[in-house]
C-alpha cells in the first residue's frame, strides 16, 4: 500500500485524494488547519510547515510527498527531501515561489516575459517606472496568489500610493515592478513531466479573471497550432530545465501574436479542473502518476469544456446537474467572501452547445457576467 503525503490540504489535494482512490493510493495530509477540507477524505497530520516534530511524523507516515500549496517553505521541502522522495524537487518550489527568480528563468531560457524589474527602495521604484513605462502593476515577490500582494500604477501619480500600501512588504518578502500587458488573452499551459522526463500537455486553457481570481476557463483555447505548439514548447523548456516531475501549469498573456509568460503554479492548477471530466486523464490522476514513477495517461479531450469557478458561496447545483454535460464539485468548505468554495465544468462536443448550455446555467444562477464573455469567445 502506498502512501501520498500532501502538504496542503484544500481543494487541490482533496481532488487528488479523489484521483487517486482507483489506483489503490493512501493519502496523508499535512496542515496548519484541523478543517481544511481535504481532511474529509483523508487522514491529516496538523501542525506548522515548519514544525520538524509535525514534519518528522508526516515524513515516517508516507512513501513520497508533494505538494497543494506552493508556499511552503522552501527550508522545510529541503528537510523533507533528505528524508522521503519530494515532487516537484525543492529547486523547482523555490523557483517558482519568488516572481523575480521565476521571471528571471523564463528570459534565461528565451521564453518572452513582460519588462520587470526588482525593487528594494521608493527611488528604485520611480526610476523603474521612468524606464518601463505606466501602466505597470508593483507585486510582492513572494507569497502572493489570487492577484493578493499587487498594485496597479495607472501613471505617476498613484507612485505614493503604491509605495503606501506594498512599502513595507520590501524589506519582508520583496517586491517586483512589471510593466502592463494589454493582453487580448489570457492563456494557460497544464503539462506534466514523468520521472523519467516524459512530458505531455493538455491542449491549451483560456482563462478570464475576475479581481485578480480566476473566474472562468475554457478549452481548448482559441488560439491557432502555431501559437499553442509555442505555448507548450516554453513549458516544456521550463520543465526541463528544473528537472521538474508532475504537473504545473504556466500562465501567459497573448498578444498581437506573442506569448509572455506570467508565471509558474508549481502543482495541480485551477485552470486544468477542466481536466477530470474533460480529458482522457484528468491533471490529478496525471499528477499522482507522475510523482509515483507511473506511465503517464493521455491528455486528449472530446469536444470543448468549461469551468466556472464558485467564489464565496456555492450556487444551487441543479441548473448544472440538469445539463447532459453538467459536472458538480462542492469543496465543503464554509462560505467566506473570496474563498474558492467549489466550480462547475460544462462539456458539450461542440462550441456551440457549449455556449448554450452555458447559457442557461447562466441565466438560471443569475451569473451572466461570469459566463458572458465565455459565450462571446466560442461565438467569435
Ligand atoms: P494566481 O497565483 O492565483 O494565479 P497571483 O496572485 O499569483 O495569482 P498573477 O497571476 O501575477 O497573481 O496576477 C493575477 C492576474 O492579474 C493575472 O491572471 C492577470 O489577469 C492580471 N495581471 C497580472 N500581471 C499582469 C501584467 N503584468 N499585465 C496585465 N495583467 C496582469
Ligand atoms: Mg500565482
Ligand atoms: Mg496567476
Known amino acids: 500500500m502506498t502512501t501520498v503525503g500532501i502538504l496542503g490540504g484544500g481543494q487541490l489535494a482533496r481532488m487528488l485524494a479523489l484521483a487517486g482512490a482507483p489506483l489503490g493510493l493512501r493519502f496523508l495530509v499535512m496542515d496548519n488547519v484541523a478543517d481544511a477540507c481535504a481532511g474529509q477524505f483523508a487522514p491529516m497530520v496538523v501542525g506548522d510547515y515548519r514544525d520538524e516534530a509535525a514534519l518528522a511524523e508526516f515524513a515516517s507516515r508516507i512513501d513520497v510527498a508533494t505538494f497543494d500549496f506552493e508556499n511552503v517553505p522552501a527550508e522545510s521541502a529541503r528537510w523533507l527531501v533528505e528524508r522521503v522522495d519530494v515532487f516537484p524537487n525543492p529547486r523547482a518550489l523555490a523557483t517558482a515561489q519568488d516572481r523575480l527568480a521565476e521571471k528571471t528563468l523564463f528570459r534565461g531560457l528565451g521564453i518572452p516575459v513582460p519588462p520587470f524589474a526588482p525593487i528594494d527602495t521608493l527611488d528604485e ?38 509605495w503606501q500600501a506594498l512599502g513595507a512588504q520590501a524589506s519582508k518578502v520583496g517586491l517586483i515592478l512589471e510593466g502592463f500587458v494589454h493582453f487580448e488573452r489570457e492563456l494557460s499551459v497544464v503539462a506534466v513531466r514523468g520521472r523519467g522526463g516524459e512530458f505531455r500537455a493538455w491542449p491549451l486553457t483560456e482563462n478570464w479573471h475576475v479581481d485578480g481570481v480566476l473566474s472562468a476557463s475554457l478549452a481548448p483555447a482559441r488560439v491557432d497550432e502555431a501559437t499553442a505548439a509555442l505555448a507548450v514548447g516554453h513549458a516544456k523548456r521550463l520543465a526541463e530545465a528544473l528537472d521538474y516531475v508532475g504537473v504545473f501549469a504556466l500562465e501567459l498573456f497573448s498578444r498581437d501574436g506573442e506569448l509572455l509568460a506570467n508565471e509558474l503554479a508549481p502543482r495541480v492548477h485551477n485552470s486544468g479542473h477542466w481536466t477530470i471530466e474533460g480529458s482522457e486523464t484528468s491533471q490529478f490522476q496525471n499528477h499522482l502518476r507522475a510523482v509515483l514513477g507511473l506511465p503517464l495517461g493521455d491528455t486528449r479531450m472530446v469536444g470543448t469544456a468549461c469551468m466556472l469557478n464558485w467564489i464565496g458561496e456555492m450556487p444551487d447545483a ?18 467566506r467572501e473570496g474563498r474558492k468554495v467549489g466550480h462547475a465544468t460544462l462539456r458539450s462536443d461542440d462550441a456551440a452547445a457549449l455556449a448554450a448550455s452555458l447559457q442557461r446555467v447562466g441565466t438560471a444562477l443569475g451569473r451572466q457576467d461570469q459566463v458572458l464573455p465565455v459565450i462571446h469567445a466560442l461565438q467569435d
Not at 139 to 160: N, S, V, W
Request: glycine letters at 16%; aromatic letters at 8%; one cysteine or more.
Open 125 to 162: 521604484l520611480r526610476a523603474a517606472i521612468a524606464d518601463i513605462g505606466t501602466p505597470c502593476i508593483l507585486k510582492t515577490r513572494r507569497l502572493g496568489y489570487d492577484g493578493k500582494g499587487q498594485f496597479r500604477i495607472r501613471g505617476a501619480g498613484d507612485i505614493d500610493a503604491a
Open 318 to 335: 441543479r441548473a448544472v446537474l440538469d445539463e447532459a454535460g453538467g459536472h458538480w464539485h462542492d469543496y465543503g468548505k464554509e462560505p
